[in-house]
């Protein structure tokens, strides 16, 4: 089964507001990061925690993560359209071995931000 | 420009066909990988090479093969064992740190 489980599997907020995406996983992690996916696209890069951070952001992103509950959150503060896509999670396994850098990927939660 | 490219944009394949599906990077990253997606689904590994002449088979190997004769190079064929091979197929690399970077993908489609 997959590692990471985002929360809602779909999103639709008006333009202006924030959008919250969590993310749940089930082992022990690395590094857990944030991938955006625009409909029919590759994914891109958002942000990546490890676990020893708390908290991280990046323009108008701030990610959490809770070792203890084994979750994180994405928060997407005053949105626009152009947000609109599908957001990821993947975890880094703990024991990925070096070189390797596997990523266990989620199911998405869609998001649309209606202008 | 440095990035992945994926080739074709689009492919179809007849019943009992081998297809290759190109995947090239200029980033000069060690490892690569070859995910599959279906609709509304995440990305599940297929398989993966960490260095040149060496590959890893992922979570769903079955129906597929790889090379890795290039460090730039990583073409993933589905065979005609993969029973049911329509989906979006994406390739990734990282250099090190852990992020992967994307191509633009390939759909395959069944005629």
């Known amino acids: 089964s997959q590692q990471g489980e985002e929360d809602p599997q779909a999103l639709s907020i008006q333009e202006g507001e924030n959008a919250t995406m969590n993310c749940s996983y089930k082992?022990?992690?690395?590094?857990l990061q944030w991938y955006r996916q625009n409909s029919g696209r590759g994914l891109v890069h958002l942000i990546l925690?490890?676990?020893?951070?708390r908290e991280k952001h990046s323009g108008r992103l701030r990610v959490t993560l809770d070792t203890s509950k084994k979750s994180s959150s994405l928060l997407i503060t005053a949105s626009r359209a152009a947000d609109t896509a599908s957001y990821f999670c993947?975890?880094?396994?703990?024991?990925?071995?070096?070189?390797?850098?596997?990523?266990?990927f989620g199911k998405g939660t869609k998001l649309s931000v209606i202008p | 420009d440095g990035g992945i490219t994926q080739s074709p944009k689009y492919l179809f394949r007849k019943e009992g066909q081998n297809v290759t599906l190109s995947c090239e990077q200029n980033?000069?990253?060690?490892?690569m990988y070859w995910y599959r997606q279906d609709p509304g689904q995440g990305l599940r590994l297929i398989y993966y090479?960490?260095?040149?002449?060496?590959?890893q088979k992922g979570d769903i190997a079955e129906g597929y093969s790889v090379s890795r004769e290039k460090k730039e190079s990583f073409p993933l064929t589905v065979t005609s064992a993969q029973k049911n091979p329509t989906a979006f197929y994406l390739c990734?690399?990282?250099?090190?740190?852990?992020?992967?970077?994307f191509g633009p993908g390939t759909r395959l489609l069944v005629l």
């Open positions: 082992t022990s992690i690395n590094n």
């Open positions: 990734a690399s990282t250099g090190g740190g852990g992020t992967q970077y």
């Open positions: 993947a975890t880094m396994g703990l024991y990925s071995g070096a070189g390797s850098y596997q990523l266990t």
């Open positions: 980033l000069n990253h060690d490892a």
């Open positions: 090479s960490q260095i040149v002449n060496d590959f």
């Open positions: 925690i490890r676990s020893n951070e």
